[in-house]
């Protein structure tokens, strides 16, 4: 089972990334499940967001304490305590940004950068979904997409496809394949 | 076909596919995006039902029961305190026998103020005389809305249907949605018998002197109890009509030879079932999921814990000042046994309170060999005043 907790501001799609994430897999053949850290969230206030990803069916629903990965999608909130707690060894960090601040190991992509280019709004999540997927070999592009289309229409999908696109080709394709291997049963 | 799809928008979906005719409810976390998505359907001309916008839950309560009084299909969904509120119009609606459905998203209730999951205000409403059922998942959610129009129209009582909050509602996974021509086949057109008819004038709900309330509550007691029938042979008739068990009064799974067992109602009994998996120590277990809380399947119940030496009740709600609220219902139940097992409950995840996969291996190590009194499991008692309350 992979376990992904994602961190992000209310307003930056933090639910519709896990969703997303949750729906592409469900799409290709997985067992999937997304959930929100419940919350009274409002615009700006830390929030997290959960995604199981498995092989086999599952049933539990607790809350995801070990994560095999972190998709953080404000490098501000790195600064907030807690936020890389349970880790799991051998797991990885996907961020928003340049580059990860001193000791903390992690991949950056200026997602809300790319956000703001493409869809002329600074929400990084389907950038960070894309790169996710390259970075991890989990599946292919055209499932994210698809996810896309169920969710988007119009202009607002056409710019998400593009910049997803652009997202997957700023990462490294598989480099965390690997890590896959180590942490899926 | 097995569709990603979050839990309230499922719900939603089967309100419409089972045609209600009225919706009215109010919004309250966490019930809210079950009538925003119906009213989104609605917009869009996906459903045909009246949508009616109310100022407060004790409306929303009265509109759907005048609705269902002049013969519509009526539905509506809360939570908590909004639960609470509908209180007075819950009993009436019970009383006048009027067939209806209602979403509880399960939530906390206050002081203190929480938004969170747990079943005490389902649990503060159990004696309304509503039909309780209680979901494990989302699917079971969908499939029993449906089942649970047919069951409020074969006995002409209320059905609650109590979803976790959060954990069930605002949880993206795959939902199988029936088929529209299976649903309509499953629940043709409603005709109310009793419906208001200005051209046949009758008087409902009026005073009842004490020569006749008595007989009145029996029959009320009566038409609950047959739903002791109703609701395993609804259940069977939906697996024949798409393959899916909702559970009848309450499923059995783990090993059937286990001599200790563990009931829960709720989401939780899936967190139980994979830990039960993951957990070799745990794996001599029989699980129990209480789907029906009322009426109280206690024969069926009976029979699932023949053979048990011990049964734990895990509960999402505490009834201060004397304990376990399902804990003394079961108890009561396997009293009647030549041999009934002993009973230890607990209340687990109150407000929201994570219920983590390994509390099943420590809960059943910290088993005393006798039951002691009802308590929280997985209380910080670091968090509590000193010798105080």
Known sequence: MIEIRIHGRGGQGNV?????????AIDEGWHAQAFPAFGAERRGAPVTAFVRLARFPFRRRNQILHPDFLIIQDPALLHVPG??????????????????????EAVALPATRLAQEYLGRPVPNTALAAA???????????????????????????????LIEAAAAAVEAGRWRERIHATAP | ?????????????????????????????????????IARMVADGAASCELVSVESEFSAASVVLGAAMAGSRAYTATASQGLLLMGEVLYNIAGLRVPLVMTVANRALSAPLSIWNDQQDSMAMRDAGWVQLYCSDNQEAVDTTIQAFRIAETLEVPVMVCVDGFTLTHTLEAIELPEQEVVDRFLPPYRFARALDPLHPKT??????????????????????????????VDEEWAAATGRASGGLLRMEGDSEARTGVLTLGSIFGTLADAREVYA???????????????????????????????????????????????????????????PPQVHGFAVGLGGRDVPLDLLPRLLASLPPRPGPFRIFDLDVQKLPEGGS
């Open chain 2, 1 to 37: 076909m097995r569709q990603p799809l979050e839990g309230s928008q499922a719900i939603a979906r089967a309100v419409v596919a089972a045609r209600a005719q009225v919706v009215a409810a109010y919004p309250i976390t966490p019930q809210t995006h079950i009538v925003e998505h």
């Open chain 2, 204 to 233: 409902f709900g009026t005073l009842v002197g004490p020569e006749y309330y008595a007989e009145m509550r029996e029959l009320h007691h009566r038409a609950l109890l047959a739903a002791l029938e109703v609701i395993p042979r």
């Open chain 1, 16 to 24: 519709v990334a896990a969703y997303l994430l949750a729906t592409a």
């Open chain 2, 281 to 339: 120590d745990c794996r001599p277990l029989r699980l129990v999921h209480l789907r029906c809380f009322r009426p109280f399947p206690a024969a069926a119940l009976r029979a699932a814990a023949a053979g048990l030496e011990r049964l734990v009740v895990l509960e999402r709600a505490i009834s201060p000042g004397a304990g376990g609220i399902v804990t003394a219902e079961v108890r009561a139940a396997l009293a009647e046994l030549d041999r």
């Open chain 1, 83 to 104: 936020v890389l707690d349970g880790l799991k060894e051998g797991g990885a960090v996907l961020m928003d940004g340049t580059k990860p601040p001193a000791g903390v």
């Open chain 1, 132 to 162: 996710f997927f390259t970075l991890t070999g989990l599946l292919p592009l055209t499932a994210l997409a698809g996810a896309l289309k169920a969710r988007f229409r119009g202009p607002v999908l056409e710019a998400n496809l593009r």
